[in-house]
């Protein structure tokens, strides 16, 4: 009778001590933004680097802590905020849309695709100076330049998607004798749903870019014309509070997307 | 040419005088290859009928054009030329090759999918899903997404997904060709347990010569591309089958050579 195999306690704990140090190494992990910050104090405070340039953390904490007592920041996080969403909205809706029509669609895609193919590459700053000339300099202008922006983003994603679709998907629809809205709705747009996350997120990214510039060149609120106006009046701890907020309001609006990914794309791998 | 009759029998026995299901005549499948320059002849003259209830395998080398004869039946794609007669009141179902589940719905959506686009009452959906979730074994996944499944257990879905809006006539692309032998063995009996059940009019693709005298009634044999039917074999075994039993049969072994020399000597074009 041979009695079961079993690991000693010596070899339990080797086992073991792989994990334990991949956790501790985790641990640490989420401390070493915070050694960079440290590092630039510590700089700053001994004057190692240019104070004007790079005034120290915790001074342009205290900025940020007045300029949230004011509420004054708020104003322009608000202004940003909503030129962003009010953009992507009128972006996202009609290059979802365009996206799944071309990519069903290929009489539609050959007549219209190569339209897109050329106004793609066109940057959207450069084209700014002629959306100001036509929406003036007030919020509409805004919304425009990122709309333009968001939609190619979107069209291009969710028709990747689509033509990524698998024929068998498309099969299963007729031959359960779905209509062409049907396997629109049913069939190419949850399959796309993982690239339009994709493009969301993007999107997202690229939103905040091009509002910072947009709103440096011409508007009177906002995170950027804060940012710009800090820098033209030399108010260095103020412009490095707009380009954190900006920052962190671009992270915050990944997670957002992540989360709803999460919740509207349960299938796909995260 | 579709024609739909209205009078539907359920007779698992088949008697010879059966009625037609299904008439193939003359059909030609090609496909032509605008880069290349070149015509593909998938099917050249196939002809053949099943009958009302009858199961029937097609097999033949891969790339014959069985896939193609399938997939004209099921509506999917056009006859260059011949003609096809469906004496059924619905478009036949499809069973898929591939894992052919959708993979942002659950099992039990996936199942409901045909009954959804047909727009059935939510209640009769659940009433007739949790009937074919219990006949394939699936009603513990209920709930389950595709990508937590095996191989074995998506192509359940499918059958299940292909019975519940309860077409006459069941078409079959390899649904178990991607399996392992164990698990398609488990999954063949079980089928033959529910189109007992059932009496369904099946056409059944596989490149298995075993796979196909245990299940068919009759045996189609196709010759290489251009595919044509080059033999109509009777598989005598009674039912109810049992797929282990089968094989200490020797008229199943006798059978397997019969194809094998068929498939063997299909001239090459």
Redesign the interface.
């Known amino acids: 009778m041979s009695k079961p195999y079993t690991l000693s306690p010596e070899q339990i704990a080797r086992l073991k001590s792989h994990s334990r140090r991949e956790k501790l190494h985790r641990t640490i992990s989420y401390f070493s933004p915070l050694l960079l910050l440290l590092l630039w104090e510590i700089c700053s405070q001994t004057g190692l680097i240019d104070r004007r340039f790079f005034p120290a953390p915790s001074s342009i904490a205290g900025t940020a802590w007045q300029m949230t007592a004011s509420l004054e920041i708020f104003d322009h996080i608000w202004a940003t905020l909503r030129r962003v969403a009010v953009g992507y909205v009128l972006g996202a809706v009609p290059g979802i849309l365009l996206g799944l029509i071309l990519g069903l669609s290929a009489p539609i895609r050959r007549v219209l695709g190569p339209i897109f193919s050329a106004l793609y590459p066109v940057p959207k700053i450069a084209i700014l100076p002629l959306i100001l000339l036509i929406f003036g300099v007030g919020d509409a202008s805004k919304y425009v330049v990122i709309a333009i922006g968001v939609f190619f983003l979107m069209f291009y994603n969710t028709l990747g998607g689509v033509m990524q679709i698998p024929q068998i998907y498309l099969d299963v629809a007729r031959n359960a004798g779905g209509s062409r809205f049907q396997t629109f709705r049913y069939i190419a747009l949850p399959s796309a749903m993982p690239n339009i996350f994709t493009g969301l997120k993007l999107a997202a990214g690229s939103s905040y870019i091009i509002i910072a510039a947009a709103e440096f060149l011409g508007a009177r609120s906002g995170v950027g014309f804060m940012i710009w106006a800090s820098w033209q009046t030399f108010a260095v701890s103020r412009m490095f509070v707009g380009i954190v907020v900006i920052s962190a309001m671009g992270y915050f609006t990944i997670l957002l997307l992540e989360a709803l990914e999460r919740k509207f794309v349960p299938w796909a791998k995260h | 040419m579709i024609v739909h009759s209205d009078e539907i029998s359920r007779d698992v026995s088949v008697p010879a005088e059966a009625a037609p299901a299904i008439e193939v005549r003359d059909l030609v499948k090609a496909f032509y290859d605008v880069s290349g320059d070149r015509i593909t002849l998938a099917a050249a003259n196939v002809n053949f009928t099943v009958k009302r209830g009858e199961f029937v395998c097609i097999v033949g080398p891969s790339g014959c054009g069985k896939t193609t004869v399938l997939r004209i039946l ?3 794609e056009q006859p260059f030329s011949g003609e096809f007669r469906l004496h059924t009141s619905a ?1 036949p ?2 069973v ?3 894992a ?1 589940v ?4 659950t099992v039990a959506q996936n199942v409901a ?2 009954l ?3 727009g059935v009452a939510a209640k009769e959906q659940r009433a007739r899903v949790a009937e074919l979730l219990e006949l394939t074994g699936l009603t513990d996944f209920a709930d389950a ?3 937590q499944l095996s191989g074995g257990m998506k192509q359940r879905v499918s059958v299940a ?1 292909a019975l519940v ?1 309860d077409r006459d006539i069941l078409l079959m692309d390899e649904p178990f060709g991607a399996l392992d032998e164990q698990t398609r063995l488990v999954l063949q009996q079980e089928l033959l347990r529910i189109w007992e059940r059932t009496g369904k009019t099946v056409v059944f693709i596989t490149h298995s010569v075993d796979e196909a005298l245990t299940l068919a009634d009759r045996v189609l044999v196709m010759s290489p591309r251009p595919g044509t039917i080059v033999a109509d074999l009777p598989v005598p075994f009674e039912r109810p089958r049992d797929v282990v039993e089968m094989r200490r049969d020797k008229r199943f072994w006798d059978l397997t050579y019969e194809v094998w020399r068929l498939l063997a000597v299909s001239p090459e074009h």
């Not at chain 2, 959708?102 to 719905?105: I, T, V």
């Open positions: 099921a509506g999917l478009q179902a499809m898929f090759q591939e052919s959708l993979p942002w719905l999918f045909p959804k686009l047909k997404r595709p990508h997904r809006d």
